[in-house]
């Protein structure tokens, strides 16, 4: 369906609850859903915003259109877990309910201050003629989940940035607040990350200037920042968008990446020490707007869309559209980031069902489900084909495609696109270390597939869209590899 601008923006108090019951059945009847990632619960999802610890749980909110798989009127909807893995939906949080935020309650962070939460996030306001005003907004939300929204902005966009400035992280830092924003120069239109700080976080207010982190053009703008400590080391994970590929090779429509440095300067506003050149976060097609940040105990998480603006989705005519990916734990090792599933998401294993494998091995599984995970060493020196998700003619098959002796590996997710984005390539190659064993661990999702690659040095998550009846799990011929495959159980 087209929609219009009308549609796309209509007030959520005008939407029927009947209508919203038949949007939350469609997806949850959705033969391509995800049954152990977060995904929308009607409608569509994009950014996580908001992942934070707070009152004994974890918590992750992620943008929202419940009323279809279009980008309409934005809210935050909100999820709870105690493990990072088993996610329960607490409802809409954040609601485009005012004159700051009347075309959408736009992404940003949370932080626990004293015994609450504060959500800071950017308010799309525009005007009668469609221009728009960024607002940075903030809210509270207590014990018992309840949101309060503080009556006036924070602060707005200054005269030299344009009306893209947007996607606030609240950082702490030496008993000041401070706020890392994506940013567009008004004059030259281009990228920026632009830090702004307060002394009492709720006023006071001041524009700390842009931030200095890498010496190369970063696009027309950037989304998304977050700025982590890994491993003692600060990262900052960001979305540029017209990024050259000469400075970041990259093939998505819009990439998401990081750089490292080796202290963050807060009054300079600047990364020392950085590593420069933004590197590709993920190998795979479909990872955009990742959140991350340092739990109280340090660890630093990840969270992704796994999906891209301006991007259409095969469900989009299912109305839903979009997940996010597992949370990623986050480790640098020689200033590169690791990312790895976390602990809990072994306990999602039914261990009646694992099939374990050994030495040469053809067919791993004739119907290893959409719902598994598949863990396994592929020894040095061979080359073959693994089908994921495969029909039985192997016709049709998510392949991951390696090389132990060169160190090559790549996922073609050509018979299995279904209209996704082909014309940004539908195979996406890694180089890996020559004449080494391959460590995989794989989990498929009915329509997600996310591939850690040795420990986390890579990971390619991507969508695929397949009749779920295809579910052979096989080599194109004998490979000498070990493993086990789980089912994996819904959260
Ligand atoms: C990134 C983004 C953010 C914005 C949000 C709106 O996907 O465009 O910059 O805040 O989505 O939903």
Not at 165 to 173: A, G, I, T, V
Not at 275 to 296: C, E, I, K, M, R
Request: proline share 5%; net charge negative; glycine share 6%.
């Amino acid at each position: 369906m087209e929609w219009t601008r009308e549609q796309r923006y209509l007030p959520y108090d005008q939407h029927s609850a009947l209508e919203l019951l038949e949007l939350q059945a469609a997806a949850d009847n959705s033969p391509e859903q995800l049954r152990y990632h977060i995904r929308p619960e009607s409608g569509l999802l994009n950014d996580p915003n908001g992942f934070s610890y707070f009152n004994h749980a974890w918590h992750v909110f992620y943008q929202s259109f419940p009323f279809g798989a279009t980008h309409g009127l934005k809210s935050w909807m909100h999820m709870q877990s105690t493990d990072l893995v088993h996610w329960h939906s607490r409802g809409l949080a954040l609601t485009p309910d005012n004159e700051y935020d009347s075309h959408g309650a736009y992404s940003g962070s949370a932080k626990q201050i004293g015994d609450r939460l504060f959500l800071m996030y950017t308010g799309n306001h525009r005007d009668a003629n469609w221009n728009r005003t960024p607002y940075q907004l903030g809210a509270w939300m207590d014990q018992k989940n309840q949101v309060t929204k503080l009556e006036q902005p924070l602060f707005r966009n200054p005269n030299y940035i344009s009306e893209h400035f947007r996607d606030p992280q609240l950082l702490e830092h030496n008993g000041k607040y401070y706020a890392l924003l994506g940013a567009q120069d008004a004059k030259t239109e281009e990228g920026h990350l632009a830090l702004w700080t307060s002394d009492d976080l709720t006023s006071g207010w001041h524009d700390g200037g842009l931030v200095d982190f890498t010496p190369y053009p970063m696009g027309y703008m950037i989304e998304c920042p977050n700025l982590i400590t890994v491993d003692d080391q600060p990262v900052i994970i960001f979305c540029p968008q017209g990024l050259e590929k000469k400075i970041t090779d990259y093939a998505n429509i819009y990439p998401n990446t990081y750089v490292t440095g080796e202290h963050f300067d807060f009054a300079n506003a600047r990364l020392e020490g950085s590593s420069q050149v933004p590197v590709n976060l993920d190998d795979g097609f479909d990872v955009y707007a990742t959140q991350a940040f340092n739990a109280p105990d340090g660890t630093a998480y990840a969270i992704s869309w796994v999906g891209l603006p301006d991007t259409s989705y095969p469900t989009d005519n299912q109305t839903w559209a979009n997940c996010l990916s597992q949370v990623k734990a986050l480790h640098l090792k020689d200033g590169h980031l690791y990312q790895q599933p976390v602990p809990a998401m072994k306990k999602l294993r039914d261990e009646k069902g694992a099939t374990v494998f050994s030495d040469e091995t053809q067919v791993i599984a004739q119907r290893a489900g959409q719902q598994c995970e598949l863990e396994m060493t592929i020894t040095n020196d061979q080359a073959g084909i693994l089908h994921l998700a495969a029909s039985d003619d192997l016709q049709t098959s998510l392949q991951v495609q390696f090389d132990t002796t060169k160190g090559t590996l790549t996922v073609d997710r050509t018979t299995v696109s279904q209209g996704m984005d082909e014309k940004f390539g539908t195979t996406r190659s890694i180089k890996l270390p020559g004449h080494a064993d391959l460590k995989l661990r794989i989990f498929l999702d009915h329509s997600l597939a996310e591939i850690f690659v040795n420990d986390g040095a890579h990971v390619l998550t991507l969508r695929y869209f397949t009749d779920q009846a295809n579910q052979q799990m096989s080599f194109n011929h004998s490979v000498n590899a070990t493993g086990t495959l789980y089912q994996l159980k819904n959260i």
